[in-house]
Nanobody, 121 residues
Framework: QVQLVEFGGGSVQAGGSMRLSCIAS???????IGWFRQTPGKEREFRAA????????TYAPSVRGRFTISRDSAWNTVYLQMNNLPGKDTAVYYC???????????????WGRGTQDTESS
């Protein structure tokens, strides 16, 4: 079992930055940890993921160069640094744990409850 809790959501203006944290507990050290966002009425959208063992990362093309995912093994935490946010909408960001590095939500077995990010222009 893996438990995930997200922190760091809030309000940000267009062009601003925000850092999200995902604290993991349980049997997660062989997992990939991914971040997804979801807006009302839409599917969860992949943002970035990191493999806990060797820190290999993958990003959605739309965020590459603006977002950075990292992990801190001392704090069992995965971070998502988001820069130059477009200021388009309100979304809930979820972190998730899966067995392989993937951009597909169905590849992840465990999910946090999410943290809300409100972007304004």
């Amino acid at each position: 079992q893996v438990q995930l809790v997200e922190f760091g959501g809030g309000s940000v203006q267009a062009g601003g930055s925000m850092r999200l944290s995902c604290i993991a507990s349980g049997a997660f050290t062989r997992n990939a940890i991914g971040w997804f966002r979801q807006t009302p009425g839409k599917e969860r959208e992949f943002r970035a993921a990191i493999l806990w063992t060797d820190e290999t990362t993958t990003y959605a093309p739309s965020v590459r160069g603006r977002f950075t995912i990292s992990r801190d093994s001392a704090w069992n935490t995965v971070y998502l640094q988001m820069n130059n946010l477009p200021g388009k909408d309100t979304a809930v960001y979820y972190c998730a744990a899966g067995w392989a590095l993937s951009q597909i939500p169905g590849a992840y077995n465990y999910w946090g409850r999410g943290t809300q990010d409100t972007e304004s222009s």
